[in-house]
């Protein structure tokens, strides 16, 4: 029972594609965050949900657009890809926006070629 | 700027031997601080400290918080290859809607 569920787990594709990622929780929670992590291990916040409303939006290009059709999932859509955009994207949740303890999901590796 | 910085950034040991991984953050109203493993996959909660002093232990892991000097250390002793991971140190800011990492420290254990 994965608690959080990402797809797909890789992702390859060309520069100037459109790409989505889904993300699902199981844990009841209230709020999920979209993180991305580079090649150098940092791990950054994107945005941050809580139940289905936009609470975090960490300053990301435009060409990044979440959308959480209920407060189970949380996708990430990514127009126009670029090779910057090559990353692991993780998906993570929490009970509400201030539990500080946050679930992660498996992450995706994005290769943008 | 609220920041979380880490070190070393990477630490080779054999096998058996104690580690101390530290975290160090300048952020303001701190709360909380957390601490990660990442092996392949997902970051894995291990710790969460949010009184100075106190020390929060799981086996061979334990960790303390000094709120005073801003820092936190991470101890492994007797370890074992499976304790090979990314260690992530993370502050929560924005009333915790906002996690704040570390690089990491990369541990690697050797047989």
């Known amino acids: 029972d994965t608690a959080v569920s990402q797809t797909p787990k890789y992702l390859v594709t060309q520069m100037g594609n459109d790409k989505s990622i889904k993300c699902e929780q199981n844990?009841?929670?209230?709020?999920m965050y979209w993180y991305k992590q580079d090649s150098k291990k940092f791990l950054k916040i994107m945005f941050s949900?809580?139940?289905?409303?936009?609470?975090i939006n960490e300053t990301v290009p435009n060409r990044f657009s979440p959308k959480s059709p209920d407060k189970a999932h949380l996708n990430l859509h990514i127009n126009s890809l670029e090779l910057g955009d090559s990353a692991v994207y993780f998906c993570?949740?929490?009970?509400?926006?201030?539990?500080?303890?946050?679930?992660f999901g498996p992450g995706t590796r994005l290769t943008v070629t | 700027e609220d920041k979380v910085v880490q070190s070393p950034l990477s630490l080779v040991v054999h096998e058996g031997d104690t580690v101390t991984l530290n975290c160090s953050y300048e952020?303001?109203?701190?709360?909380?601080l957390l601490w990660y493993k990442q092996e392949k996959k997902a970051p894995t909660f291990l710790f969460m400290l949010?009184?100075?002093?106190i020390e929060k232990k799981s086996g061979r892991l334990s960790s303390i918080l000094d709120k005073k000097e801003l820092f936190s250390i991470l101890n492994i002793t007797a370890t074992q290859t499976g304790d090979s991971a990314v260690y992530l140190c993370?502050?929560?800011?924005?009333?915790?809607?906002?996690?704040?990492f570390g690089q990491g420290t990369r541990l690697t254990i050797n047989p």
């Open positions: 949900y809580n139940n289905k409303e936009l609470i």
């Open positions: 949010t009184s100075s002093g």
């Open positions: 844990l009841g929670h209230d709020t």
């Open positions: 993370a502050v929560p800011i924005q009333g915790a809607q906002k996690l704040v």
């Open positions: 952020v303001t109203n701190f709360r909380s």
């Open positions: 993570a949740s929490s009970q509400h926006p201030n539990s500080y303890e946050q679930y």
